[in-house]
């Protein structure tokens, strides 16, 4: 089972910044189209960002021009930077790869533990 490690997380004021990383097991990393996910109590699990494997990337309205998501297929690492924070940014972020196999949906990697980001005064 492939697996993934975020970090990077923590607590910032509202304006601050953070660079979330994910470090990848595996030899497939350069493959997949990778996302960041978040999370907060009582809601879905919702997409952030994703990349391709050949450098394109889509964002959620919500954070389209302070989020920026990125990958280093040389270190099996995807990263997050993510400026101008706002309160509503506060979540976990996780980060997977969704795929398909016969027309089911799947989870690349095993979920990690997610990073906590904090965006408080």
């Known amino acids: 089972q492939v697996q993934v490690v975020e970090s990077g997380g923590g607590l910032v004021q509202p304006g601050g910044s953070l660079r979330l990383s994910c470090s990848a097991s595996?030899?497939?990393?350069?493959?997949?189209?990778m996302g960041w996910y978040r999370q907060v109590p009582g809601k879905e699990r919702e997409l952030v960002a994703s990349i391709t494997s050949g450098g394109g990337t889509n964002y959620a309205d919500s954070v389209k021009g302070r989020l920026t998501i990125a990958r280093d297929n040389a270190k099996n690492t995807l990263y997050l930077q993510m400026n101008n924070l706002k309160p509503e940014d506060t979540a976990v972020y996780y980060c997977?790869?969704?795929?398909?196999?016969?027309?089911?949906?799947?989870?690349?990697?095993?979920w990690g533990q997610g990073t906590q980001v904090t965006v408080s005064s």
């Open positions: 595996g030899s497939i990393f350069s493959l997949l189209h």
């Open positions: 997977n790869a969704k795929a398909e196999r016969n027309g089911v949906p799947i989870w690349i990697f095993a």
